[in-house]
């Protein structure tokens, strides 16, 4: 609102708002919150108002708008206490104020318009149009709607919010498509249901019938509780009454809807041998009792524990935008994954899945040694002899349908008995059992699952338990994750999330709860887990467990992002509490991947490290445990790649430093490049006591400053350390993990060079399970990686130690941004930190020449001004040259003032401006 003769669409439009250079929120909020209620006095009780405030600035004139928004919320209730109004917010730019729109929305709004968004908030003005056309279909889709008053008699007391006070009418807004499903309304009946007979609506009495509880009602009910306690936190920063107000509606809903849901339900948390559809009723059953009242406990604490003054996070956390790139992320992955994708994908995978299985048990019957002893014991067992014999034939036909029977009915169960199988501790189920699940079940699926997430619970894979921490980059790039602990007990994914999706704590046998799992290519099944592990599920498995989203996958590089951040983890842990299995898997299982996906991007990458070519961001290195997982499972000798030497591996420990530096500079400053480079300068100035008094110091003023080159010569290249960083602990603590990974990659790598198919040799040994040398070789280099020290691993001479450290540490800080890591220093050579030195005394010298700098364009701008002043038109014309903008800042400015006072100076130095410049000083009398 404008003003109080402004009303139509086309006036509002035609309004010039100038360019005040200031931001009055208090008299913004004043004045149009008067012509409101002035409005509705004069219309009476009826008309229904609609604020809309827009704010690209922070308050930073008048009283505070706490204050103003107090007064004027009393005054509408005090003389406008029927007033219908529902209030818009939209904030541009963090420099907005969101508590102020909350605070002013929560103050002033009697009638919300559901469906609407607390806050239209864009973080950059170019964000407008696409937050512009929300708001504009949000208020689309109230078209048609009116306010509707609802009233009862008696002692009955109504209220359309839990939130509200309770009293004996109240208004909702309904359009009419909630008017033919019927809206929450919540009444407080002292005398049961008889109080409900003088319900009436618009005056009109209400036909009021009994029906069944309606769940799905109050939960929406509840979650309109929760968005108006969000907006409240936002606006005071306390909810505290409003959360003991709404205690008694979720206690009452958790009664209800237990009593509804059979309170005996069966809520047992055994998971073993549970067939799908019994693991999906599962979760219905115990999901439908535990999970709902736990999800909005779980908010409210959310709510409670928010500490946040940022806008554009405080708007984030209004509209459940929690994740920074969720948007771009999403686009990456190609839009969302469908429950209809999933089920066609799983029908397509289907029947090679059960060729591959039947594959899988002819390979693990090898396993079985002698065939003819293998045989009578088959037969013992009381297996088919005729089969049992078909069964070894090299050329066995396992899509003959009698031979594919036996093997999936009768072999396989004898291999079980006869081979010691992992399992899942949760389903007790292998993972060729886990997966012939998925043979068993396509065909009827759709019956079953309705939902991404109720396919997971349904049909699930093999892998390890692990912990993993996420960020917001994650969704963008996979590597931004760590994987905090890996256990050896095997799991599987279906049994897991019906725990985690019912709110069931899953225990593992090692004592942590459960929370993620890395699915694996299994060496005891390797086709058919090779063809899974490609699938739609295994996809949204792997999005769940990096994103916590079901869509987010963007390729196999999120999986071996999570393959590199488990193995380092497992790598870092104490050889006694480590199985080397755990280590062999993960390498068995990227390198089956990169057999379907190519490892050359990898190969890539090391010859770079090879050549002591830069590993950053720009040369696709996403993270350093690329390059270590790559150590581990490619093929060097067939990539052409030789022992890594001493300047390959510092290449890699620099770049890892330089990556660590990055996140403590970020943490400390934010992101901006200009500001993280100048804290970086800052620290490592203080931590080698440069400063002032002993670097070059600027010429006066009036005096010109030597050639660069000269003072650069004059900077000293002494320091002195200041306890104030202990920068050996930093390169030990951030190179050691390098050194451990790479101790155990050169094991196996020389492994791989004494048998005769390399690499391949690795594989094939895993898949007979014939890997009693391999354990054997990662746990001695695991501990011969602890006992390593990383100053012998780079070869750096005793006496060298700590200047090389202390460079390795100044050129992380100095230079941890991608683009200025090219052409780096040797930091074994001297040099290289005497030139650093001189670099961050330069650096002190050009912050004091900036002073300097103002003060002679100030000079030379009133030497220009003299001049000009005195001079006739003529040579005023020449001063000015060919262009006025190709003067200096004091020069332009000079002349600029002297053409204000003088027309027909005016006249030639704006001929010689652009048009932009003419037109804003023709406008603006203060330029």
């Known amino acids: 609102v404008s003003t109080q003769s402004t009303w139509a669409c086309e006036e509002m439009r035609n309004i010039k708002l100038p360019s005040q250079g200031s931001t009055n929120i208090s008299d913004g909020l004043s004045k149009t919150m008067g012509v409101v209620m002035n409005r509705d006095s004069k219309l009476g009780h009826g008309c229904h108002h609609i604020v809309v405030f827009l704010s690209d600035g922070g308050h930073n004139e008048g009283p505070a708008p706490s204050s103003v928004i107090a007064t004027i919320s009393n005054d509408m209730k005090k003389n406008n206490p029927d007033i219908r109004v529902s209030f818009l917010v939209i904030g541009v730019t963090s420099s907005s104020r969101t508590d102020i729109g909350m605070l002013a929305k929560t103050s002033f709004e009697t009638v919300p318009l559901e469906g609407m968004d607390p806050i239209y908030f864009c973080r950059e003005a170019n964000d407008m149009i696409n937050v512009l056309r929300s708001l504009q279909e949000g208020l689309q889709r109230q078209s048609g709607g009116r306010v509707v008053q609802l009233s009862a008699d008696g002692q009955c007391r109504l209220v359309a919010s839990m939130m509200q006070e309770p009293s004996s009418h109240c208004e909702v807004f309904m359009v009419p498509s909630a008017a033919k499903e019927g809206a929450a309304l919540f009444a407080i009946l002292p005398n049961g249901l008889e109080d409900l007979k003088g319900l009436k609506v618009d005056g009109v009495l209400a036909d009021v019938q009994l029906v069944e509880f309606e769940e799905d009602v109050v939960v929406n009910a509840l979650d309109t ?55 999906l009723q599962r979760y219905k059953t115990a999901t439908s009792i535990l999970y709902k009242s736990r999800e909005i406990r779980n908010e409210l604490q959310a709510i409670q524990a928010m500490q946040n003054d940022n806008s554009a996070a405080q708007a984030s956390f209004l509209t459940g935008d929690k994740y920074k790139y969720a948007a771009k992320a999403l686009v990456r992955a190609g839009g969302p994954t469908t429950v209809t994708e ?56 396992i899509d003959n349908s009698e031979i594919g029977t036996f093997i999936e009915s009768q072999l396989f169960p004898f291999l079980r008995s006869r081979l010691s199988l992992p399992e899942s501790y949760l389903s007790l189920l292998s993972q060729w059992e886990q997966l012939f699940e998925w043979v068993a079940c396509a065909e009827n699926v759709e019956a079953e699952v309705n939902s991404e997430y109720e396919m997971l619970m349904y049909l699930g894979l093999m892998g390890m338990p692990i912990f993993v921490e996420r960020w917001n980059a994650t969704q963008m790039d996979a590597f931004q994750c760590k994987v905090n602990d890996v256990l050896p007990s095997s799991c599987d994914s279906a049994s897991l999330c019906c725990a985690l999706r019912s709110g069931t704590v899953l225990r593992s046998p090692e004592g942590p709860e459960l929370q993620d799992i890395l699915v694996l290519i299994d060496p005891d099944c390797p086709n058919a887990s090779t063809i899974a592990y490609w699938s739609k599920i295994a996809e949204t498995l792997t999005s769940v467990v990096l994103c916590r989203d079901l869509h987010m996958y963007s390729g196999p590089a999120m999986k071996t992002a999570l393959h590199a951040h488990a193995l380092m983890s497992v790598i ?68 052409g790649i030789t022992e890594m030497t001493s300047p390959a591996k510092f290449t890699l420990c620099n770049e890892t430093l330089s990556r660590e530096v990055r996140r403590i500079v970020r943490m400390k400053v934010g992101s901006d490049h200009g500001v993280t480079r100048s804290e970086a300068f800052k620290l490592m100035q203080n931590l080698l006591s440069i400063n002032e008094t002993n670097s070059p110091c600027p010429l006066p003023p009036e005096e010109g400053e030597p050639p660069v080159q000269q003072i650069r010569d004059s900077c000293s290249c002494d320091y002195l350390i200041k306890p104030v960083f202990d920068y050996k602990d930093f390169v030990v603590k951030h190179v050691k993990p390098i050194v451990r990974a790479m101790t155990l990659a050169n094991a196996i790598q020389k492994w791989s060079l ?16 014939d890997t009693k040398e391999l354990e054997v070789i990662v746990q001695q280099s695991l501990q011969k990686g602890i006992d390593l020290d990383i100053w012998d691993f780079l070869e750096v001479a005793q006496k060298d130690i700590e200047r090389t450290s202390l460079t390795m540490t100044v050129q992380a800080f100095m230079y941890h941004m991608s683009g200025d890591r090219t052409e780096l220093g040797d930091v074994t050579d001297g040099l290289t930190l005497r030139n650093m030195i001189i670099d961050l005394r330069m650096d002190v010298y050009n912050k004091l020449l900036g002073p300097k700098q103002n003060q002679r364009r100030i000079i030379i701008g009133d030497l220009t001004y003299d001049k ?30 002297i053409a204000r006072r003088d027309p027909k100076k005016r006249e030639i130095f704006l001929a010689k401006c652009n048009q932009g410049f003419v037109s804003s000083f023709n406008t603006n009398k203060k330029i």
Request: charged share 25%; proline share 4%.
């Open 754 to 769: 004494t048998q005769p198919k390399g690499m391949q040799s690795f594989m094939d040994c895993m898949e007979r399970a």
């Open 572 to 639: 870092m842990k104490d050889p006694k509490e480590i199985t080397a299995r755990q280590v062999l898997s993960i390498i068995y299982s990227v390198r089956k991947q990169w057999g379907a996906s190519g490892a050359g991007q990898y190969i890539a990458l090391l010859k770079r490290m090879c050549n002591w070519e830069s590993l950053t961001e720009a040369d696709e290195v996403k993270h350093p445990y690329q390059l270590l997982l790559g150590l581990c499972a490619v093929d060097l000798a067939e990539a």
């Open 225 to 279: 509780a929760i968005k108006r306690m969000k907006q409240k936190k936002v606006a005071t920063g306390s909810i505290d009454r409003e959360v003991i107000e709404l205690e008694p509606w979720i206690n009452a809903f958790e009664i209800s809807l237990t009593k509804c849901l059979n309170q005996g339900s069966d809520l047992q948390v055994d998971y073993s041998r549970l067939k799908p559809h019994e693991r």
């Open 868 to 897: 000009a002043l005195n001079a006739d038109e003529s040579t005023f014309d020449s001063m000015i040259g060919y262009h006025a903008h190709g003067l200096t800042y004091g020069q332009f400015w000079s002349m600029a003032r």
């Open 342 to 397: 999933i089920i066609t994908d799983l029908k397509t995978r289907a029947p090679l899945l059960r060729t591959a299985l039947r594959k899988d048990a002819l390979l693990l019957l090898k396993r079985m040694g002698n065939t003819t002893e293998a045989i009578n014991e088959m037969v013992k067992e009381g297996l088919d002899p005729k089969l049992c014999h078909l069964v070894f034939e090299p050329q066995v036909d």
